[in-house]
């Protein structure tokens, strides 16, 4: 429509409206796959490892600075690395073999692990209801 209106992009300069098609510039892409680990706990209503880790799914309200309790490491670093997103991402990143890190025991993940509490107040803040505290723990049974 804005082309055949406004052949010469005259109106509204600098709005974007032509946009990638919906099936490209995607999260995970095309080619996108978890390897496989054997795993201390059983996720039966998280379905699995990978399932609980994919349910971040980026809105950020781990970030927030006022109110709540929602990972108090974040809180005092405002480092990216140390919210429940930012560890979510390091440990999809690891399962899927990304950013070469050498599996869910990369130094890397570790470190991104570090500062998490284990206070839950992910599973209970977030809206997608991510436990951290659960994955950081299985992540632990792997270094042993």
Do not use: W
């Amino acid at each position: 429509m804005k082309a055949i209106f406004d052949p010469k992009y005259l109106l509204n300069p600098g709005v974007i409206i032509d946009v990638p098609p919906m099936d490209q510039h995607l999260r995970y892409g095309a080619d996108y796959s978890d390897n496989t680990y054997d795993f201390v706990y059983k996720y039966r209503k998280d379905h699995s490892f990978g399932a609980l880790v994919h349910n971040c799914s980026g809105v950020g309200a781990c970030r927030n600075h006022v109110g709540g309790t929602m990972c108090p490491s974040f809180k005092a670093t405002s480092n990216e690395a140390d919210s429940t997103r930012g560890r979510a991402n390091a440990l999809r990143l690891a399962i899927s073999g990304q950013l070469g890190f050498d599996g869910l025991t990369d130094p890397k993940v570790l470190d991104t692990l570090d500062l998490c509490l284990s206070c839950k107040a992910c599973k209970s803040e977030c809206p997608s209801n991510v436990d951290m505290a659960k994955l950081k723990s299985e992540v632990l049974q792997k270094k042993i």
